[in-house]
């Protein structure tokens, strides 16, 4: 099966979803974009775009949940963690929530090019709202890209859409943690990023959820800069052996480019194995 020429990027074999064999039609304040093999996800032209964060997020949870068969995306925005979940994981259910309705629309343009409708649902709603999951919902894998900044302690976008994904306007990191404890299954596994410089909010966060950090990883985005981000893995304290409910592996740093500003190798690895371009 031959793709239209429209279609770029590297895509492992298998079954190419619906849209990616006609052009698409895209209004001139949008663009198509490749987020994992033949996925690919709408955005705005100008509005907030998808970024490492949210790749590492999605790499570092699937990586560490490779078998996980329900997955929810908290916060999700336009979808770009829910896709390349979704794309790893290609037997799971994922729900995704987002509040902002421009951001929801966009999602459901990229389900439906591709071609998952049957096993992707988005929920337009705050996550922290009562019923907007079911009391009884549980989930292997939990992923949420926090906004990192409280409102007023920055300048802000005049652009909706990135305000809230940078400023503290529907949520906290404690409320992504209360909420991923609340509905991880036995044994799930809650996967988040978050800035290094407030690294004891996170920590703060999960102690208060009763989650453990088994796992961490700093990103260094130019080889001998110091971290600005890290990847983070909780799990339920009580799911854990005792031995484990208070310590942290805290992996090398994870480098973006070298010293000369190309893309370093390991990343340029992480990025082949959630089917995004290298």
């Known amino acids: 099966m031959t793709v239209d020429p429209h279609f770029k990027g590297w895509a492992t074999p298998g079954p190419i979803p619906p849209g990616a064999l006609a052009p698409p039609d895209v209004p001139a304040g949008e663009t198509l974009d490749a987020i994992s093999g033949h996925f690919r996800l709408f955005q705005l032209r100008d509005g907030h ?50 509040a902002q309705d421009l951001s929801v629309a966009l999602a459901r343009k990229s389900v439906a090019y591709n071609g998952l409708d049957g096993r992707y649902e988005i929920r337009c709603a705050d996550f922290r709202d009562e019923g907007v999951l079911a009391a009884d919902e549980r989930f292997d894998l939990i992923l949420g890209t926090p906004p990192y900044f409280p409102v007023g302690s920055g300048v802000e976008s005049d652009h909706p859409q990135e305000i809230a994904c940078r ?68 799990m339920r304290a009580r799911d854990l052996p005792e031995t484990m409910r208070h310590r942290t592996w805290v992996e090398p740093p ?19 194995a959630i089917g995004f371009p290298p």
């Open 49 to 98: 775009r998808f970024s490492t964060d949210d790749l590492l997020t999605a790499w570092y949870g699937t990586s560490w949940a490779p078998r996980a068969a329900r997955v929810l995306d908290l916060g999700s925005g336009v979808g770009s963690v829910g896709m390349i979940a979704a794309w790893r994981l290609p037997g799971a259910r994922v729900v995704t929530i987002e």
């Open 167 to 234: 400023f503290e306007r529907r949520g906290t990191i404690a409320d992504y943690a209360a909420i991923a404890a609340t509905h991880l299954d036995a044994g799930g596994t809650f996967a988040c990023v978050f800035i290094e410089g407030q690294r004891d909010r996170v920590e703060s966060a999960a102690r208060a959820a009763d989650l453990a950090i088994v796992r961490r990883r700093p990103v260094v985005f130019k080889e001998d800069e110091p971290p600005f981000i890290g990847v983070f893995v909780m």
């Open 254 to 272: 994870l480098v973006i480019r070298t010293r000369d500003g190309r893309i370093h190798p390991e990343y340029a690895a992480v990025k082949l």
